[in-house]
Every structure is written in structure tokens, then in C-alpha cells.
């Protein structure tokens, strides 16, 4: 079966220290790897991804996430966290069930809170 | 701006009845995917268009239908609403079926059945 989980619903950070957001998959075949971010009452905005190549993948925002194969993993990071970085996060992977199709499967989601 | 454009923003209606939700994609892009999102199951795929034709379905109901246009534009219908159907519907489009592309999100629209 193909799955995203992230594991923690919340993660707690203090503005100016680096954050990570968890995320690891099963999927069959190479993965496709997407984050997004959603803000209150907007859309899910696109922060990065990861087809191929190099290992850490950078995105817009400052944001960053390593692709660890051996570990199943696509952990999202920020060296230093902001307050206006506190959203919902999500986790997605390329569904490869339907060859047709390029929908995604999306983890749960992880709210992340910055305190100043 | 992600410019994927959804209406109506809000949408309140009661049991049984039918609604249309409205979703215009980015210019150029070809693909469009509806998705639900609610609070026990998350954001959940329901059905993706290529170029005006079916192209992958997810966990729609059979109560829930929808087509693209001509002009791309798509709408999702949702026929013999239940209270479980109140969600956030969101449109989402992308410029072909290439896996390696990013989908574009619109606004969504809140759906509540009393």
C-alpha cells in the first residue's frame, strides 16, 4: 500500500531555532516527494520537492528537506524558524496505483507553531 | 496567488440537496484534480481531468460527479448531500500528467450541509 505518514500532529519551535518536520512514505518504485504548506482559511502552497538527484532538496521559504532512501524518510528543515512560518504542513507522495493518473497521497498533516 | 480560482468561496445547504463546485486552473495548465479535505480523513484525492478527459479517480462517491470543459474550467457536482459531505473541497491544477509535476492549489470551497 501506498502511504505518507508524519507523526507528529504539532511541533513546538522558539523563532531563530532550526526546525524539522518528519515525514516518511511507502510507495512502490522510485517516489516522487512533495511538501506544502497551508496557511488559515488559504490553499496549499507548494514549497519543494524531490524526483531525483541530489539528496537535499531546497525550497522556497528558506525551507530545505533531505531524501533518505535507506530510511524511507523526506524530513522537511529550516535552519532558523520565523513566528510567520506557523502553519499546517503536509507531506505528499506521487500515487503511483493508477499508471494514468498523477494524483497525490497526503500525509495527515503536522501544525507548526514558532513562538517569538 | 496560486492562480487556480474556485467558486463560491463558502457554500451552505441542507440534506438531500445538489450543489456545483467551480474550478478554474491556471492558464495553460491541462490537469485538474478535485480533493477533499475534512478533519477525520484528511485531504483525500477524488478525481483528476487531462485535457477534458477522466484520468485517474480516487475515493469519490458515487453521489459526487465531475467533468472539464472546453475551456478547462471543471466542476465537481455533488448530488443527495449527507452531513458528512461538510468538508473544504479544494481544485488543484497542474500543467500536464508529467509525475514530476507540482500541483497549483486554489482557495478551495468550504462546503457545510445542515
Known amino acids: 500500500a501506498q502511504s505518507v505518514a508524519q507523526p507528529e500532529d504539532q511541533v513546538n519551535v522558539a523563532e531563530g531555532n532550526p526546525l524539522t518536520v518528519k515525514c516518511t512514505y511507502s510507495v512502490s518504485g522510485n517516489p516522487y516527494l512533495f511538501w506544502y504548506v497551508q496557511y488559515p482559511n488559504r490553499g496549499l502552497q507548494f514549497l519543494l520537492k524531490y524526483i531525483t538527484g541530489d539528496n537535499l532538496v531546497k525550497g522556497s521559504y528558506g525551507f530545505e528537506a533531505e531524501f533518505n532512501k535507506s530510511q524511507t524518510s523526506f524530513h522537511l528543515k529550516k535552519p532558523s524558524a520565523l513566528v510567520s512560518d506557523s502553519a499546517l504542513y503536509f507531506c505528499?507522495?506521487?500515487?503511483?496505483?493508477?499508471?494514468?493518473?498523477?494524483?497525490?497521497?497526503f500525509g495527515k498533516g503536522t501544525t507548526l507553531s514558532v513562538s517569538s | 496567488d496560486s492562480g487556480v480560482t474556485q467558486t463560491p468561496k463558502h457554500l451552505i445547504t441542507a440534506t438531500g440537496q445538489r450543489v456545483t463546485l467551480r474550478c478554474s486552473p491556471r492558464s495553460g495548465d491541462l490537469s485538474v484534480y478535485w480533493y477533499q479535505q475534512s478533519l477525520d480523513q484528511g485531504l483525500q484525492f477524488l478525481i483528476q481531468y487531462y485535457n477534458g478527459e477522466e484520468r485517474a479517480k480516487g475515493n469519490i462517491l458515487e453521489r459526487f460527479s465531475a467533468q472539464q470543459f472546453p475551456d478547462l474550467h471543471s466542476e465537481l457536482n455533488l448530488s443527495s448531500l449527507e452531513l458528512g459531505d461538510s468538508a473544504l473541497y479544494f481544485c488543484?491544477?497542474?500543467?500536464?500528467?508529467?509525475?514530476?509535476?507540482?500541483?497549483?492549489f486554489g482557495p478551495g470551497t468550504r462546503l457545510t450541509v445542515l
Open positions: 488543484a491544477s497542474s500543467p500536464g500528467v508529467l509525475r514530476s509535476d507540482e500541483q497549483f
Open positions: 505528499a507522495v506521487r500515487d503511483r496505483r493508477n499508471q494514468a493518473g498523477t494524483a497525490l497521497i
